[in-house]
């Protein structure tokens, strides 16, 4: 199984790239854990929110296979413990599914047409974070999964 993180644009901050760099490294690679940047939108500041997003969608749903599991990583969706979320990946690794691939949104969130897509919602926090630091704490839990799921002490609860 693959894991795909999709973010809209760059991580322009040396510092989180730095510390995601540092988590994805010490991710086994059986985990097949990958991060894709699309490039930003072009012309984004003249666009309204609801375009933006839109535009944002289509460049999400180019990168994503009809088969593909998608979660929206969103402030809204539900939430788990980091035990719960291990759990849940490593169900996933024992299915038939080929890729997970998690979205993270743009600077307003989601159009309706990838939530229509999505087939579920997951949130962080019930607070909202930018679209930059929530790649850093996902890819954490990422490897916090996987330092459960071999049962290290990297964990402790
Ligand atoms: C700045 S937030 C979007 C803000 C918001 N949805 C709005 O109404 O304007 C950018 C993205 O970061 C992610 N995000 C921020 N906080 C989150 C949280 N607590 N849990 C999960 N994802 C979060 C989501 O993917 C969100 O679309």
Redesign the pocket.
């Known amino acids: 199984m693959r894991i795909n993180l999709i973010c809209i644009g760059k991580t322009d901050d040396k510092e989180i790239s730095r510390l995601i760099q540092y988590y994805q490294n010490r991710l086994p690679k059986h985990w097949n854990f990958e991060v894709t940047e699309i490039p930003d939108v072009k012309n984004a500041k003249n666009l309204s929110p609801e375009l933006l997003k839109k535009e944002e969608g289509k460049l999400f749903l180019m990168l994503t296979e009809n088969s593909d599991h998608v979660v929206?990583?969103?402030?809204k969706?539900k939430q788990f413990t980091s035990r719960e979320f291990a759990a849940k990946i490593d169900n996933w690794m024992n299915s038939s599914l080929k890729k997970i691939s998690f979205?993270?949104?743009?600077?307003?969130?989601?159009s309706e047409e990838i939530y229509q897509r999505a087939n579920e919602k997951?949130?962080?926090?019930?607070?909202?974070?930018?679209?930059q630091m929530?790649r850093l704490f996902f890819v954490e839990q990422i490897y916090r999964a996987d330092q459960i799921l071999q049962g290290k002490p990297y964990h402790n609860d």
């Open positions: 929206l990583l969103d402030e969706g979205f993270i949104g743009g600077a307003y969130g989601f997951m949130s962080l926090s019930k607070m909202t974070f930018t679209h929530i």
